[in-house]
């Protein structure tokens, strides 16, 4: 890696949030499914994506209703979430979410489908795995450890094992839990179960590499 990065993130999360949840000093970023770089100190994004700003506000908007049946509207500057997860009736809530993001603004994005949330991000080739490949060719990394619970998280899995056959060492690992998804699950070289089990993984990583846990 380059001279003072300690840690690679990828996340779905946006970029700044991503920063202000984490809080570590001189991490790379590769955030909202790789459409936002943090990088040699500085914010870089996929090319295409900045048209899709306005028309986030704009769906946004126009979903406000979804409110009312429990739905949390997480605007992503560049993409849209829809959380269910505490829909009194989640079902409802999810066929409500694909009627209200039926519309012509939505139609410039592509749907993708989690764990009680439904997302909508550019139409564009970007996602967890683009941006692992990315990270590992720009960071000059030598190995790859990929930790993930979710649907969205199969790319990053992919991207591992594409890596392996360039030389790069690397290691894909789902997380355990009462919702996970069976592809993902087959998808990985490795499980923990749940965070106690990614907590116990990280902590391990730093014993095998010199470091101290917080």
Known sequence: MREGVRVALITGRPLATAQTMVGIDNAAYAANHGLEYWLDGRVELTEGVERYAA??????????????????IESKGLGVAFHYRRAPDAEAARVAILQAI????????????GRKVIELRPDIPANKGTATCILAERLAVNGILCVGDDRTDLGMFQAVKN??????????????SSESATDLLAAGDYTVEGVQ??????????????????
């Open 197 to 214: 089990g990614v907590e116990w993984l990280l902590g391990e990583v730093l014993k095998a590499v010199g470091g101290t846990s917080p």
């Open 55 to 72: 028309l986030v506000e704009r769906i946004v908007s126009d979903a406000t209703h979804l409110e009312a049946v429990g739905v949390q």
């Open 163 to 176: 890596l392996r056959d360039w030389g790069i060492e690397g290691s894909a690992v789902a997380v355990l």
């Open 102 to 113: 039926d519309s012509s603004a939505a139609q410039h994005f592509a749907i993708s489908e």
